[in-house]
């Protein structure tokens, strides 16, 4: 064999230490920059003004103080309020994935036709960039007050993301399968079923159940503007001192996430057995 003459190596060898050097030095440029970055926002947020916590602690024990024990007085009425925030968030994440799923096929770059594409994410980071609460002015303004803004905010909201997560979800399917299917002849319903279906399906579902349980925290916010449900009930007694019922109310609120938050493990559990 030749041997590679020592100038030779030794040029790679100096190849290899420039490049090294250069990714250390850009890395802590990165890191620098991130770091000035936070210190910034935190800065012009003032949280480096300590004069600032004077008193917050015993503001916060005092208002603590004031909320215990928890009122339940007033229970028997709250069970309305508790049926509105259940059905905004369950209507409100049914419409977002209608609207979702066909946004989010036509936004995946791998998928969706390559003219539409932009468009598509262009309406999806618009839809989301609005919060929820502008939402719930508007649809107030709409359809006036009740739950059924409340819906319509949440499903507006929700499009935007879930349509997002599906185009990325979509974007990450293994076309493996899918080609073999095809090379045997199988429609493309038949690839959709058979290849596509069973890898996205369990994140599909996953994406979904944590939206739903995001929404019915942002129903909750929703009362805010007039939207009913729980956040109504939490507001109005905020705003008369009724401290021990809105920790009640707040009790309640946290009974009703938990118990999503079970059916959603129930429900992952049962699709990812399913895979």
């Known amino acids: 064999m030749t041997a590679i003459p020592t100038t030779s190596k030794d040029a790679e060898l100096a190849a290899v230490l420039d490049d090294g050097r250069r990714r250390v030095l850009s890395g802590v440029a990165t890191t620098v920059v991130l770091v000035l970055v936070i210190a910034g926002a935190f800065a012009y947020a003032n949280a480096f003004d300590l004069e600032r916590y004077r008193g917050a602690v015993s503001t916060i024990l005092t208002l603590a103080a004031d909320s215990f024990p928890p009122d339940f007085s007033r229970w028997?009425?709250?069970?309305?309020?508790?049926?509105?925030t259940l059905a905004m968030s369950i209507a409100g994440t049914v419409l977002a994935c209608m609207a979702a799923l066909p946004l989010g096929i036509l936004a995946a770059r791998?998928?969706?036709?390559?003219w539409c594409g932009a468009p598509i994410r262009l309406l999806l980071n618009t839809v989301r960039s609005i919060p929820g609460l502008v939402w719930g002015v508007i649809f107030v303004a709409a359809v006036g007050f009740g739950p059924?803004?409340?819906?319509?905010?949440?499903?507006c909201h929700s499009t935007g993301m879930l349509g997002k997560f599906y185009a990325e979800i979509l974007e990450h399917v293994d076309p493996g399968p899918g080609d073999a299917l095809r090379s045997q002849g199988v429609s493309r319903l038949g690839v959709l079923r058979f290849s596509v279906v069973p890898q996205i399906l369990p994140r599909l579902v996953d994406v979904t159940l944590y939206r739903w349980e995001?929404?019915?925290?942002?129903?909750?916010?929703?009362?805010?503007?007039?939207?009913?449900?729980?956040?109504l009930e939490i507001i109005t007694a905020f705003h008369l001192f009724?401290?021990?019922?809105?920790?009640?109310l707040i009790i309640v609120?946290?009974?009703?996430?938990?118990?999503?938050d079970f059916l959603g493990a129930w429900i992952r559990g049962r699709f990812l057995r399913q895979e």
């Open 148 to 155: 059924l803004p409340g819906v319509f905010a949440l499903a």
């Open 110 to 114: 791998t998928i969706g036709p390559t």
């Open 242 to 248: 009724e401290y021990r019922e809105a920790l009640a």
């Open 214 to 231: 995001h929404n019915v925290r942002a129903a909750t916010v929703l009362g805010v503007v007039g939207a009913g449900g729980l956040g």
């Open 76 to 84: 028997q009425l709250w069970g309305r309020p508790l049926l509105e």
């Open 253 to 260: 609120l946290l009974g009703l996430v938990t118990a999503i």
